[in-house]
Nanobody, 123 residues
């Protein structure tokens, strides 16, 4: 089974930046997976944030984060990153990384999930 472990969350002020990392192990070769980032707050559905496919240059972003967040991957390190700039209070959530062998933005399409990392944006 593939395993995913996120890190990099924490407390930030509005306008600050954070960089999340997710390290994968097991499963098929990391380069075969589309990797996604999702976020969730209590009582709400899990929300798509960004995704990057195994094909170089194929990235996808939710409208709410477009222009502020950047997803990238380093296949040699089996790691996907989410650079978050210009953070807003509404970005506060638990952030999860996920993996799928397809190309998708809906959480139900993803097969493997990390444990999540908390991001809190507050003044």
């Amino acid at each position: 089974q593939m395993q995913l472990v996120e890190s990099g969350g924490g407390l930030a002020q509005p306008g600050d930046s954070l960089k999340l990392s997710c390290v994968a192990s097991g499963g098929m070769p990391f380069k075969d997976y589309t990797m996604g980032w999702f976020r969730q707050t209590p009582g709400k559905e899990r929300e798509f944030v960004a995704a990057v496919s195994w094909a170089a240059g194929e990235t996808y972003y939710a409208e709410a984060v477009k222009g502020r967040f950047t997803i990238s991957r380093d296949n040699s390190k089996s790691t996907v990153y989410l650079q978050m700039n210009s953070l807003k209070p509404e970005d506060t959530a638990v952030y999860y990384c996920a993996a799928t062998l397809g190309i998708a933005t809906h959480p139900r399409a993803y097969d493997y999930w990390g444990q999540g990392t908390q991001v809190t944006v507050s003044s």
